[in-house]
């Protein structure tokens, strides 16, 4: 256990500070699928077949292709896409994106496509009468959406949405790859400098069945209020 | 984008594909016993057994598959004893320790899948058998496996999908699959984009394969 306390010659702290990144990332890249899913959702529900067309592509490839490789794609590719924008702009120098910006982009963009098929379902699973009904009242159209379709979306949503977030905070590990400081990364370089792999390997499990534990109940306590009345 | 890179990057990535399928298929098959075994033990009555084969589904589901290769493949070989089993002749191959780490993992998920599938199966079924003579050990096996493996069908479609982006994961222990070849191929030629996207597309085929493989498993198999 020398190895866990705080200080200069334990890795309690840099293991702490390294759940909170954890932590960080998958708010962010959690936060960055639901503004996927808002613009993928709509577009999905739409009786337009080519706008469709679009969020169905987006949803099965990002769906259908491994998380790591699109974390490549975004962590090699990323920089050198922006490089080529800017460069028609007229900005030739080397631009080098954050860790942490690519890291919850990446993540950000898998979760959305799993987060725009749960709100799809939400939203198809409520009464069609619901959606009938405010039109004959004349609500007008973001009261309509803000006061009847959300609460009984988020209600259908939440449960599955739980899943979402558990995929979303087991994906950030692999963010590991990219050089973020975050728990499998922090074990990585401990494991290395110690040569104690198994130590801080199982010890990383902890921290994340941690997280997946405690955000599970918290995700339960809001459950329960979102289905009061029901 | 440079087209003619992507088409001769393409029979490189097409001949990694096969140790993808490979990992894949033989992790998917111990999986399976795994998760049968798991589920059987997750419906006993001993509240024991019962709680161990729980605690198993709920580590392997609640970690990140990216730690239990690791700690199979970097952790298991620190320990002095170990290398001196036998086992140490599998443990010691990286090939080894992914299949173990994705048999294990898809085992939890599997496990979860039969069990609320054997859990749905209609009473009347049976009592059924039970009505007919038949015994329980014959129910067992010829009425309440059958169906709960068709009833699990969708969801374990959905779980072979999710495995087999996982088989990714292999390239992070030195193998060169589909994601290994890739990256080493964009390790000397500095063209991310072309790659991935290419690497990308295969897997995207492999997961319209299998999708249209268990619909019409789905299809063949129905009640109606």
Not at chain 1, 4 to 18: H, I, M, V
Not at chain 1, 185 to 210: E, H, K, N, W
Not at chain 1, 213 to 227: G, H, P, Q
Request: proline share 3%; net charge positive.
């Amino acid at each position: 256990m020398d190895f866990l306390t705080f200080g200069k010659t334990g890795w309690g702290d840099e293991l702490f500070y390294a759940t909170l990144m954890t932590i960080a990332v998958s708010i962010t890249a959690m936060l960055i699928g639901f503004l996927f899913s808002a613009i993928f959702t709509p577009l999905k529900l739409s009786s337009n077949k080519f706008l469709n067309l679009i969020a169905n592509s987006y949803t099965t490839v990002i769906r259908g292709v491994p998380e790591l490789l699109v974390i490549y794609l975004f962590f090699f590719g990323g920089s050198g896409a922006i490089m080529y924008v800017a460069s028609i702009f007229g900005y030739n120098d080397y631009i080098e994106i954050n860790a942490f910006i690519t890291g919850s982009v990446a993540i950000g963009i898998i979760s959305g496509a799993y987060s725009t098929e749960v709100f799809r379902g939400a939203i198809q699973s409520i009464d069609k009468g619901q959606f009938e009904a405010c039109k004959v009242l004349g609500l007008k159209r973001y009261i309509y959406f803000l006061k009847v379709i959300m609460p009984q979306m988020l209600r259908l949503a939440i449960p599955n949405l739980s899943n979402v977030w558990q995929i979303t905070l087991k994906d950030t590990s692999l963010i590991s790859v990219t050089g973020l400081v975050e728990i499998m990364r922090q074990s990585y370089i401990a494991a290395g400098s110690t040569r104690d792999p198994l130590f801080f390997y199982s010890f990383a499990a902890v921290l994340y069945l941690m997280l997946t534990f405690l955000s599970m109940k918290l995700i339960n306590k809001l459950e329960i209020k979102y289905s009061r009345g029901f | 984008m440079d087209l003619s890179l992507m088409a001769s990057s393409l029979p490189k990535l097409l001949s990694a594909a096969v140790i993808t399928i490979k990992l894949l298929s033989a992790s998917l098959i111990i999986g399976l016993f795994i998760g049968l075994l798991f589920a059987i033990l997750r419906l006993s009555k001993n509240s024991i057994i019962n709680r161990f084969a729980y605690a198993y589904s709920y580590v392997f589901r609640g970690t990140p598959l990216l730690v239990q290769i690791f700690i199979i493949y970097y952790g298991l070989g620190q320990i002095e004893y170990f290398r001196s089993t036998f086992l140490w002749v599998i443990f010691k191959e990286p090939y080894w320790c992914a299949i173990i780490a994705f048999a294990l993992n898809t085992g939890a998920y599997t496990s979860e899948i039969l069990r609320s599938a054997f859990q749905t199966i209609k009473p009347g079924i049976i009592e059924a058998g039970k009505s007919l003579g038949i015994s329980n050990k014959i129910i067992f096996y010829k009425i309440q496996i059958p169906v709960a493996i068709r009833q699990s069908l969708p969801a374990y479609g959905n779980e072979i999908i999710l495995m087999m982006k996982g088989t990714s994961l292999a390239s992070t222990v030195t193998l060169m699959d589909i994601t290994g070849v890739a990256k080493h191929i964009v390790s000397t030629t500095y063209k991310p984009l072309e790659i991935f996207i290419t690497a990308g597309g295969i897997y995207l085929f492999m997961t319209f394969i299998i999708h249209n493989l268990i619909k019409y498993l789905e299809k063949k198999y129905s009640f109606q």
